[in-house]
C-alpha cells in the first residue's frame, strides 16, 4: 500500500466531479450523513457503480432514520448516461431528480427525490462548512488498484426539508460529506472501513479509514483541535486491548492512534441503531443474485457513541458480513 504523495491541501472542484471510469469495476460514491436536531437522521449516496451482468450503473439510496419513529430505505438505479456533469456550475444532475449543486462547502444544496415504495424527497442547503482537504493528490495505491478519497464537508450546518409520503418536515442539523473512487471493488481493496464525524466543529474527528486484508490502513481524517483544522492519518487502531485487523466488526471500543500528536481517539463500536445492505442500492432480482456472488454482500452497521474528545461520534462501519 502507497499513500499520496505531497502535504494536505483544500478539496477543489476537479476532486468533485466525476473521475474518468478507467476499468471494469471502477466505482465511485458521493456520501453525505444528515443528523437533524430533531433526532432524525438521513443519509444519501450517489454512486457509478459496476453490477455483475448489468454493467456499470448509477445507484442512487437513501435512508431516512427515526423519521417519526420509523425508518425508510429506498435504492434506484440507471444507465450510466442519466448522470449529468457541469464543472462551470460544479453540479452533478441525474434525472433533474438527483442533484449536488455547488462546490461543496457554503451553500451546497443536495435533492433526493425517488418515488418506490412510497414517496422520498431530501432538498437541503448548507448554511455553514468547515472547509474540506484532502493529502496530496488523494490517491492511494493498493497493488495495483488505486483508491482516491476527499473529505469534502468534515462538518456544516443545513437547513430545508426532508418528507416520507405526504409527510413533511422542516429540518436543520448537522452533516458530513466525502467522496470515495476505487478501480476495483470495495471488498477487495479493503476488508473494513471506518467513517467517522463529530457533532460539533471543535473539537471534531471527521474522515474515512480502509483497512486492507493484510492489516494496512489506507485513508485520512481531519481533526480541528485548538491549533485549527488539519489532515491525521491513523498510527495503528485497536479494539479493546487487541490490535484491530478489520477481519470482522468491531466487539468492543475502538481507539484510533494518530501519527503525530493528535489525542488518541475512543468511542464505543458495539451497538448499532442500524444495519443496511448495499444490495439496498441494486435493482432487480437476477441483478442482486449477480453481485452477492460476485462481489460479495457489504453491510453498513451505523452508531453513535461517546467520544473521547468530549463531543458524540457518529459512526459507519462497512464491510461483508462475519
Known sequence: MVAPKGSSRGTTVDDFMPHPVSTKEFNETWSYQFVFDNGTRAFVNYAVLYVPGSGTKI??????WNFKGKTYTVGRQ????????????????????????KKPGKGHHVLFSADKDGKFLLDLTFDSAEPGKTLGNGVWNVGSAKMGQYVHIPYGRVSGKIAYNEDTLQVKG?????????TAQATDMATRSI?????????????RISMTSDGKTLGYAIY?????????????????????????????NLN????DDTPTLQ??????YQKASILDKIDGWFAKKAFK??????????????????????????????
Open 59 to 64: 445507484g442512487c439510496d437513501m435512508t431516512l
Open 78 to 101: 440507471y444507465p450510466p448516461e442519466r448522470l449529468k456533469s457541469d464543472k462551470a456550475t460544479a453540479t452533478l444532475n441525474i434525472k433533474n431528480e438527483y442533484l449536488m449543486e
Open 174 to 182: 448537522y452533516a458530513y460529506m466525502d467522496q470515495i473512487w476505487q
Open 195 to 207: 467513517n467517522i464525524s463529530t457533532n460539533a466543529r471543535n473539537p471534531l474527528f471527521a474522515g
Open 224 to 252: 480541528n483541535g485548538p491549533e485549527g483544522n488539519r489532515v491525521v492519518t491513523p498510527k495503528s487502531i485497536k479494539d479493546g486491548d487487541v490490535n484491530y485487523t478489520g477481519k470482522g466488526f468491531p466487539k468492543g
Open 256 to 259: 484510533i492512534e494518530w501519527n
Open 267 to 272: 468511542f464505543a463500536a458495539n451497538k448499532t
Open 293 to 322: 456472488a460476485t462481489a460479495g454482500e457489504v453491510f453498513f452497521y451505523r452508531g453513535r457513541s461517546d467520544g473521547s474528545h468530549g463531543k458524540k461520534i457518529d459512526w459507519c462501519i462497512t464491510g461483508a458480513k462475519e
